[in-house]
């Protein structure tokens, strides 16, 4: 079986990181979403609403589960006996930085990375960029679920 996680901090859901996860559904037996847990960083959604809502988003994919972690995702990858990280790429600044964390996690542990580039009319999407737009009061519901939009109007309120 061939298993594979897809991390992040998912501060909020996105359609960009759904979409992943579903591309990375097909390719894979089995898809982690693993939803960092780092209660050093200040976040608009705690670590359980983070979870729940990408289990929530993810729930028509039947080989997809969620699971919260703290650490490396090394670590992650290698107490679950899983054979790649899949990241979704933007834009080649993305690129950069996530070549340097793929060969260090293969240098650590093996590890395989795979990368997938965003769809196009989700490339400029970030939980960052939603989270300032719709702390202005812009509209962000054609980025991101519709039950994550309530939760940052409410939230953000």
């Known amino acids: 079986m061939r298993r594979a ?6 501060d909020p859901a996105t359609f ?3 979409d992943i996860v579903r591309r ?5 037996d ?6 960092g847990t780092n209660v050093s960083k200040n976040r608009l959604f705690d670590a359980d609403e983070r979870i ?16 919260g972690f703290t650490g490396l995702v090394t670590t992650f990858c290698a107490e679950r006996d899983v054979d790649a990280i899949v990241k979704g790429l933007r834009a080649a600044s993305d690129f950069d ?3 340097q964390m793929a060969q260090m996690n293969s240098s650590l542990t093996g590890v395989e990375t795979v990368f997938i580039p965003t769809s196009p009319e989700r490339g400029f999407v970030s939980s960052s960029l939603v989270k300032e737009v719709a702390g202005f009061g812009g509209d962000v519901s054609s980025f991101v679920p519709g ?11």
């Open 52 to 67: 729940t809502m990408m289990r929530r988003a993810c729930a028509d994919l039947s080989n997809v589960s969620v699971e």
């Open 5 to 10: 996680v897809c991390p992040g901090s998912f």
């Open 97 to 99: 930085y996530e070549l």
């Open 30 to 35: 089995e898809v982690i979403v693993a939803v």
């Open 147 to 157: 039950f994550v939009h309530d939760l940052l109007k409410e939230r953000l309120a």
């Open 24 to 28: 990375a559904s097909r390719l894979f």
């Open 16 to 18: 960009g990181h759904v």
